[in-house]
């Protein structure tokens, strides 16, 4: 069993940033792929970004995000960050990070379905 748990949420104005945390207390995430997912009320939760792990370290993004947020491992600390840059009111919502033991790619990424362990999530709120 593992066990994540997300932090650094908040409410931000538009244009501005903030930094998401990912962590596993008691294990390591350099076995896994770990993806932030995000959903808002009434919608589907949707892939935003994903992370292979250090061998692999490839990276993918959402097309929504491409080019503002970025994804990152810290090996030392065992932390997955996700930090979101030039916020958009569109992108409030509660953000979840996921962990997949299964290989993944372009292809497979960004389905839930994929992720076999979840955070309880921390919510994301860009308003002025």
């Known amino acids: 069993q593992l066990t994540l748990v997300e932090s650094g949420g908040g409410l931000v104005q538009p244009g501005g940033s903030l930094r998401l945390s990912c962590a596993a207390p008691?294990?390591?995430?350099?076995?896994?792929?770990i993806g932030w997912f995000r959903q808002a009320p009434g919608k589907e939760r949707e892939g935003v970004s994903c992370i292979m792990p250090p061998i692999d370290g490839r990276t993918w993004y959402s097309d929504s995000v491409k080019g503002r947020f970025t994804i990152s491992r810290d090996k030392a600390e065992n932390t997955v960050y996700l930090l979101m840059d030039a916020l958009k009111s569109e992108d409030t919502g509660v953000y979840y990070c996921g962990a997949a033991t299964s290989a993944l790619d372009e292809t497979t990424w960004s389905d839930s379905y994929e992720y076999d362990y979840w955070g309880q999530g921390t919510q994301v709120t860009v308003s002025s």
């Open positions: 008691g294990s390591s995430l350099g076995f896994f792929a």
